[in-house]
């Protein structure tokens, strides 16, 4: 039987980015959880990464209608996703920028906060690894906005389920994600 590329990443999230703890870990969102999931054990591996990248493709992001230039989120977890997604488009002839957004504008040089060829799109699918509270994601969704970007899509490998898809919806952005935090506890 075929494995499906899905349950592929499945598997490598149980055995490499997956932790249960007695002891809390802090998350970035500042809570407490004794489940963690490490997304770059996935973003940070190249057969990992492609495989997460075509999945994406091809499985996820035609869930949402509609089309985008670009694709960018929060440093450092977005990065890698939004990359190997720009270069699997690529492969299909057609061009998808990637965005890096700062947690901050840079203190020197242009001062930019976005980084990538974002001058040239008018719509950007926001990205994520996990999604907690949706804290990171907003705050990339709020730059990208300021500097006139349409941000109304968004992808994540995990989302956490402690309020953060419905955060984003919130704002108006349409969250979809790979796999959910009780797929793991089960």
């Known amino acids: 039987m075929q494995t499906s590329l899905r349950d592929q990443l499945f ?3 149980k055995t490499y980015a997956y932790r249960y703890s007695e002891t809390s870990f802090r998350l970035a969102s500042g809570m407490e959880s004794h489940h963690y999931f490490n997304c ?8 990992r990464l492609s495989a997460l990248a075509d999945c994406m493709v091809e499985e996820l992001i035609p869930k949402l209608i509609g089309d985008f230039q670009a694709i960018g989120g929060l440093t450092l977890g977005a990065d890698p996703i939004a990359y190997a997604l720009s270069l699997a488009y690529q492969k299909k002839g057609k061009l998808i920028y990637p965005l890096v957004v700062r947690k901050e504008a840079k203190g020197h040089g242009t001062g930019q906060q976005i980084e990538g060829f974002w001058k040239e799109v008018k719509s950007c699918l ?31 490998v995990l989302d956490r389920e402690e309020g953060g898809k419905e955060a984003l919806e919130k704002q108006g952005i349409r969250m979809v994600s790979l796999f959910k935090k009780a797929e793991f506890i089960a």
């Not at 770059?40 to 057969?47: M, Q, S, V, W, Y």
């Not at 500097?147 to 109304?152: D, F, K, Q, R, S």
């Open 11 to 13: 598997q490598w999230m």
């Open 40 to 47: 770059k054990e996935l973003t940070l591996h190249p057969e």
């Open 126 to 156: 926001v990205v994520d690894d996990v999604i907690t509270t949706g804290g990171s994601t907003l705050k990339a969704v709020a730059a990208l906005r300021e500097a006139g970007i349409e941000v109304t899509k968004g992808i994540c």
